[in-house]
């Protein structure tokens, strides 16, 4: 939900741009037909309902997102305007009042946005409940009307005429109209039924009420609703005399002088209720609009959609952190074979945890397989620091796009546990100052499927890396059944560390491949024993790798 809301705050600062832009269109282009301006506002809520990121070179938005991901977990959080002057004056003001203070517990950004999103939910709920309890009591008011002809009814309890809901819309009239009246009244409510603006408008309220902390969202909205009325005035325009466009007017100028003026806003569509004077203006100087008005407003669309719809391309921004402290000539002494990859591809950063407030890595080229990774760690253990790691990184004039962080879970006892933590592997993300999610190794080393022990049913047979003292795999032997996966056989090989693999032998009978790291060029390959209801490998028969030889003491079950 924290990440629903900050995603939602983005989208609303987006929005604001086209906002402006529109309302600046509709200040200038004075003679723009209102449908064409409600073209152009429907491009706002496109823009708010959808959390679009189309790149495009025509972008004019400074920035994609100006919360961050990961702002919570930064040691100094700041914002991402992309308008410097701005990020210049706010960002101190941010860093200075939500910078985590090491003394204390909690980080100050992480309790404001596990704050937020439920205030924003409340909000929500507060505004939707007294809507419908207004909607509800206007339907009881016009329970008792009376029909009037199809669709039409008149009503002692109003003194507006309005159409009223959304799957089964009504007209409803005052009971003293006159006839004239009526007839214009009921030439605008049909306009709106033909044009759906009975459930337009109430989506378009739901989508207000989504950004209710956004006060320009609101006057979007109250615009839009203006413009609604005026596209409906000239589709009845259009069908009507200059005589009865004076009488039209007439009628929108009587029932605007009710009582009930600003209680529908919400609610119905009220046909004298919203911007009465500038509707009429627009009423007695109606003229058709040309094909040059027309195809504008189509530009205009158009140019609005391309500029405000999409987001600005992201750059190659070259990793350069911070490397302030750490002796490049050291690292290349004691790390020369991270500084010798091909990087065209990208590179990999492998990250383990030995203690509670230490990181090891590795550096390996994008493509390495996570099992050619982890026989290299478990091999070698060239672990650097996070910020060794940082410099290193930052002398291959690499893009931040193609460094790839990978958690892995499964090395040396590790802290990370699982990985379930998502904000400490964000936290990580954070100290790289990268701003890509970090990946999560799989524990499975090997698979295959066989029937080992005879019984006539096929196992699934698995090699995982466990979490122990030294390097060791365990087979994990589970059978298929009507409740789902049961563990058969468990058993550890730990003698001495093989490349295990499962391949098929000249007899196509399953077998595991090993590897010394110390004799590459022997390949040996064991069949399984069941022995004393356990599985081993066994070579001519003879189980190796005897578990039950071993303290079982020093190791950690998965």
């Keep these: 939900m924290e990440n629903f809301f900050i995603s939602l705050c983005n989208v609303g600062v987006s929005a604001t741009y086209l906002i402006f832009a529109v309302m600046g269109l509709r200040a200038l282009l004075t003679r723009m037909p209102k449908r064409y301006l409600c073209l152009l506002w429907s491009l706002v809520g ?3 309902l959808f959390p679009l990121s189309i790149e495009s070179d025509f972008s004019v938005l400074p920035s994609e997102k100006i919360i961050p991901d990961g702002m919570a977990m930064m040691r100094e959080p700041v914002i991402d305007s992309g308008i410097g002057a701005v990020d210049q004056v706010i960002n101190p003001i941010v860093s200075g009042s939500f910078a985590p203070d090491p003394a204390t517990s909690a980080n100050p950004l992480q309790i404001l946005f596990a704050i937020l999103p439920w205030a924003w939910l409340l909000g929500v709920a507060a505004i939707l409940v007294s809507a419908v309890v207004g909607y509800l009591r206007l339907r009881r008011r016009v329970l008792p ?4 002809e199809t669709g039409v009814y008149l009503s002692d309890e109003i003194e507006t005429p ?15 109209i006159d006839d004239t009246t009526a007839a214009y009244v009921l030439l605008h409510e049909r ?6 603006d009975h459930l337009i408008k109430p989506l378009c309220f739901l989508l207000a009420v989504t950004y209710w902390f956004h006060p320009m969202v609101w006057v979007a909205f109250f615009l839009f609703c203006r413009d609604l009325e005026g596209a409906c005035d000239e589709r009845v325009l259009k069908t009507l005399s200059r005589e009865e466009i004076k009488g039209y007017s007439e009628a929108l100028l009587r ?5 009930n003026r600003g209680k529908l806003r919400f609610g119905p569509l009220a046909f004298g209720e919203v911007g009465v004077k500038e509707r009429i203006r627009a009423i007695l100087n109606y003229k058709k609009p040309s094909f040059w008005i027309t195809l504008t407003a189509l530009i205009l669309a158009t140019v609005l959609a391309l500029t405000f719809l999409t987001v600005p391309k992201r750059g190659e921004e070259i990793y350069s952190p911070d490397t302030d402290g750490v002796d ?6 004691r790390y020369p074979d991270y500084f010798s990859l091909n990087a065209d591809r990208g590179l990999t950063v492998y990250i383990w945890q030995l203690s509670a407030f230490s990181y090891s890595c590795a550096l390996f080229e994008s493509g390495t397989s996570e099992k050619d990774i982890q026989l290299s760690i ?6 650097t620091t996070v910020s060794e790691m940082k410099a290193i990184l930052s002398s291959y004039e690499i893009e931040k796009e193609k460094i790839t962080l990978i958690l892995g879970s499964v090395l040396y006892s590790s802290y990370l546990g699982a990985g379930k933590d998502a904000g400490h592997r964000l936290n990580l993300s954070v100290m790289f100052e990268l701003d890509a999610p970090m990946k999560q190794v799989k524990r499975e080393y090997d698979t295959a499927i066989a029937d080992i022990d005879g019984d006539g ?3 699934v047979l698995t090699l995982v890396l466990m979490r122990t003292e030294i390097p060791t795999v365990a087979l994990i032997v589970k059978e298929q059944t009507a409740f789902g996966e049961k563990t058969e056989y468990f058993n550890y090989l730990c003698e001495e560390y093989y490349d295990l693999s499962f391949e098929k032998d000249s007899e196509a009978k399953l077998c595991v491949k090993a590897i010394s790291p110390d004799h590459p060029d022997v390949i040996r390959r064991f069949d399984f024993r069941i022995y004393s209801g356990n599985v081993f490998l066994s070579d001519g028969g003879m189980p190796i790798h005897d578990a039950r030889a071993w303290d079982m003491a020093y190791y950690v079950q998965p």
């Design 162 to 176: 309005f159409l009223l809901g959304f799957l089964s819309p009504k007209i409803y009239l005052p009971s003293g």
């Design 328 to 333: 490049m000539a050291v690292l290349r002494e």
């Design 378 to 383: 478990y091999s070698e253990k060239q672990g």
């Design 46 to 48: 496109l823009r708010l």
């Design 191 to 196: 306009a709106h039924l033909a044009r759906f």
């Design 255 to 259: 029932c605007a002088a009710d009582k």
């Design 457 to 459: 049913k096929d196992e």
């Design 145 to 148: 009307s009376i029909k009037r």
